[in-house]
């Protein structure tokens, strides 16, 4: 993949995502859209922004515990979280 196309603004594809409206699943009749949705175009200022590609990583850019250490301990409680990320 070239750098442009890591760049480029991708718009969300609706039709990846399952319909609002399926009248099997009794909660999405209340809650569905009872009208369509209407696409406002993006402005330049929305899909284009700092390119931060010409930055390097440091050796503790991923720790937070060590970037930016002082030389003692954290203050406060460790909290230690796990999962992923989904989206398309």
């Not at 999405?28 to 696409?39: C, D, E, G, K, Y």
């Not at 700092?50 to 937070?64: A, Q």
Request: glycine share 8%; proline share 7%.
């Amino acid at each position: 993949m070239s750098e442009l196309d890591t760049r480029r603004f991708v718009a969300r594809d609706r039709n990846w995502q399952p319909k609002g409206y399926t009248p099997d699943y009794k909660t999405t009749i209340a809650r569905s859209p009872s009208q369509a949705l209407v696409s406002i175009p993006q402005s330049l200022s929305e899909t284009t922004g700092p390119d931060f590609t010409h930055l390097k990583m440091g050796k503790y850019d991923n720790d937070l515990l060590l970037n930016f250490n002082h030389g003692g301990l954290p203050v406060g409680e460790r909290v230690i979280m796990c999962g992923r990320v989904i989206d398309q």
